[in-house]
């Protein structure tokens, strides 16, 4: 399951990186994902939306079995 996430989560990555974010996944336990924003997402205010319409939609999507992304620290 977690390489299923890291595959999605690697296509997304560069998005990220061009304005100066990026996401980093930490674990996956009982289908919620647990990513880490860094760089200029970490900051960010739309932070939140950026993880929940952009990262968790594509995830959830594509592997349906997923039932959340969760930000940790």
């Given at each position: 399951m977690k390489e299923k996430v ?68």
């Amino acid at each position: 399951m977690k390489e299923k996430v890291q595959a999605v989560i690697d296509r997304l990555r560069p998005a990220l990186q061009a304005d100066g974010g990026d996401v980093e996944l930490v674990d996956v336990i009982d289908n919620v994902v647990q990513v880490r924003l860094q760089g200029a997402c970490a900051g960010c205010p739309m932070s939140q939306m950026t993880l929940k319409n952009g990262i968790e939609k594509l995830i959830k999507e594509e592997i349906p079995e997923i039932e959340s992304v969760e930000s940790v620290l």
